[in-house]
């Protein structure tokens, strides 16, 4: 059973709006941090957004104020809300279960348990 299955993503215009969702099929995990990362063609990857267990969240100055990360704790899926969105947001999305949300290695990605196999968002200008 694959731990984390993505969904939402696809072509937007500059300005544009998408949701994604992340639904986990476990248990062990879900009480962990649960996050959002990206990876452009040529770029590292990047933590976008992550929230905690209990409904913390954290960003990236990139995106904060345009995107939105919440969980629904009943249907154990995490849920991301990209508004306003820009040419530069396109990349492949990933979520991500573990870690500490915020830490400097839940930035860096080191300590995540698991990802899902991504999806991708296009935005054109």
């Known amino acids: 059973q694959v731990p984390l299955v993505e969904s939402g993503g696809g072509s937007v215009q500059a300005g544009g709006s998408l949701t994604l969702s992340c639904a986990a099929s476990?248990?062990?995990?879900?009480?962990?941090?649960m996050g959002w990362f990206r990876q452009a063609p040529g770029s590292e990857r990047e933590a976008v957004a992550g929230?905690?267990?209990?409904?913390?969240?954290y960003s990236t100055a990139s995106v904060k104020g345009r995107f939105t990360i919440s969980r629904d704790n009943a249907k154990k899926t995490v849920y991301l809300l990209l508004n306003s969105l820009k040419p530069e947001d396109t990349a492949m999305y990933y979520c991500?279960?573990?870690?500490?949300?915020?830490?400097?290695?839940?930035?860096?990605?080191?300590?995540?348990?698991?990802w899902g196999q991504g999806t991708q968002v296009t935005v054109s200008s």
């Open positions: 476990g248990n062990s995990y879900w009480s962990s941090c």
């Open positions: 991500a279960a573990g870690g500490i949300c915020g830490s400097r290695t839940w930035y860096q990605g080191a300590d995540i348990n698991y």
């Open positions: 929230i905690s267990a209990g409904g913390s969240t």
